[in-house]
């Protein structure tokens, strides 16, 4: 059984940073592309990167230069670095080994002064 279990989030104050983690299970790691997606209230999933089974890298146009996404395949997880935080980065983050249909329980982030 797949399990993706994120963490990491709290409240911190615009300019902020955080990092998310995932910890990941029940499949081949390192043989799957990972992503991180997020969700407000009311809207919809919105993708904001992924990294290839080899390293490589792409966000979205939303978050680029904001966001880093890294991986280690040896603890079968997955990190979101997130710099200079704005109101708007408010969300629930899922880590996901698909489009995002498979995801954890997410974790929330709450950007606010």
């Known amino acids: 059984e797949v399990q993706l279990v994120e963490s990491g989030g709290g409240l911190v104050q615009p300019g902020g940073s955080l990092t998310l983690s995932c910890r990941a299970s029940?499949?081949?790691?390192?043989?799957?592309?990972m992503s991180w997606y997020r969700q407000t209230p009311g809207a919809g999933l919105e993708w904001v990167g992924t990294?290839?089974?080899?390293?490589?890298?792409t966000y979205a146009d939303s978050v680029k230069g904001q966001v880093t996404i890294s991986r280690d395949n040896d603890k079968n997880t997955l990190h979101l670095q997130l710099v200079s935080l704005k109101t708007a980065d408010t969300a629930i983050y899922y880590c996901s080994n698909d489009d995002g249909t498979t995801r954890g329980q997410g974790t929330q982030v709450t950007v606010s002064s």
């Open positions: 029940g499949f081949t790691f390192e043989n799957y592309a």
């Open positions: 990294t290839s089974t080899s390293n490589r890298t």
